[in-house]
């Protein structure tokens, strides 16, 4: 189970940090991903973290401005978000991930925090 939380209402150039609690499974074996789906948009990949945390990735727009990090010890993965802009306005996931080849495949996902950025 993923419970994501941390969304808010807040002005452009603002900060955020999201946090996704799991249970119910091993958290540190599991990559873990940040999507996001803006208003009559697809959901989009945002950030992966690597189980250990060793290896992470981010979409171009985020690139300077997010960081993925993840607390083993507390089961929890983190989204630090600077410098929000409008158009990072969405609704944020989290996804449990399974290393799939080069890649990730998700399969398990939170029920999402609404992050809403005026300009």
């Known amino acids: 189970q993923l419970q994501a939380s941390g969304g808010g209402s807040v002005q452009a150039g603002d900060s955020l940090r999201l946090s996704c609690s799991a249970s119910?499974?091993?958290?540190?074996?599991?990559?873990m991903g940040w999507f996001r789906r803006a208003p009559q948009k697809e959901r989009e990949f945002v950030a992966s973290?690597?189980?250990?945390?060793?290896?992470?990735t981010y979409i171009d727009p985020v690139k300077g401005r997010f960081t993925i990090s993840r607390d083993n010890a507390k089961n929890t993965v983190y989204l630090e978000m600077n410098s929000l802009k409008f158009e990072d306005t969405a609704v944020y996931y989290c996804?449990?991930?399974?290393?799939?080849?080069?890649?990730?495949?998700?399969?398990?996902w939170g029920q999402g925090t609404l992050v809403t950025v005026s300009s």
């Open positions: 119910g499974y091993t958290f540190s074996k599991h990559p």
């Open positions: 973290i690597s189980g250990s945390g060793a290896s992470t």
């Open positions: 996804a449990r991930g399974v290393v799939a080849g080069s890649t990730y495949r998700y399969d398990s």
